[in-house]
T-cell receptor
Framework: KAGVTQTPRYLIKTRGQQVTLSCSPI?????VSWYQQTPGQGLQFLFE???????NKGNFPGRFSGRQFSNSRSEMNVSTLELGDSALYLC???????????FGQGTRLTVV | GENVEQHPSTLSVQEGDSAVIKCTYS??????FPWYKQELGKGPQLIID?????GEKKDQRIAVTLNKTAKHFSLHITETQPEDSAVYFC??????????????FGQGTELSVKP
């Protein structure tokens, strides 16, 4: 089985721009979660989707949003980028809410 | 709020020695505790997990113990090898209750195994 696939792997954006990251979960997995990883704050939960519905949300500003499609693929969007948004964004998939989570390689976002 | 404290932040051992990483969680409702290994340039990889109805779980050279009363859990790696060198993260979750699959992570432990 293919693992969790995140695209793109690397991204450079300018302050004020917006960005969309994509995540394809493991086949058969219906839950997708997103995390932000930075050296200072570590791994922080952004949100979780199951069957196209957001089930849980972390403490991030409204500039961070996401969605899930009927095929379980998920996207997250960050609008009005700030320098502090530079991070590794990780997607994790699981068979259902609260089940074991498997992570992708992440998307490295750099905001300049 | 929910919090997971992880210690030590760095750990250096000789090949063949054992390594122990400890985590403490704040929310007594937490019931699922996975451990992840992250190598440079890669995403976290699940290495072992334990649920609150179990006190200990072992998988070859890796074991995890859970003390619900004290709200702490530990990762034990025996007979360490250079390929065990990585950053290890503990996490806690209240799945599958109202917090869903949200994982609260510790700050990470950078393990270095010297040949």
């Amino acid at each position: 089985k293919a693992g969790v696939t995140q695209t793109p792997r690397y991204l450079i954006k300018t302050r004020g721009q917006q960005v969309t990251l994509s995540c394809s979960p493991i086949s058969g997995h219906r839950s997708v979660s997103w995390y932000q990883q930075t050296p200072g704050q570590g791994l922080q939960f952004l949100f979780e989707y199951f069957s196209e519905t957001q089930r849980n949300k972390g403490n991030f500003p409204g500039r961070f949003s996401g969605r899930q499609f009927s095929n379980s693929r998920s996207e997250m969007n960050v609008s009005t980028l700030e320098l502090g948004d530079s991070a590794l964004y990780l997607c994790a998939s699981s068979q259902g809410v609260g089940r074991v989570a498997f992570f992708g390689q992440g998307t490295r976002l750099t905001v300049v | 709020g929910e919090n997971v404290e992880q210690h030590p932040s760095t750990l250096s051992v000789q090949e063949g020695d054992s390594a122990v990483i400890k985590c403490t969680y704040s929310d007594s409702a937490s019931n699922y505790f996975p451990w992840y290994k992250q190598e440079l340039g890669k995403g976290p990889q699940l290495i072992i997990d334990i649920r609150s109805n179990v006190g200990e779980k072992k998988d070859q050279r890796i074991a995890v113990t859970l003390n619900k009363t004290a709200k702490h859990f530990s990762l034990h790696i025996t007979e360490t090898q250079p390929e065990d060198s990585a950053v290890y993260f503990c996490a806690a979750s209240m799945a599958p209750y109202n917090q869903g699959g949200k994982l609260i992570f510790g700050q990470g432990t950078e393990l270095s195994v010297k040949p």
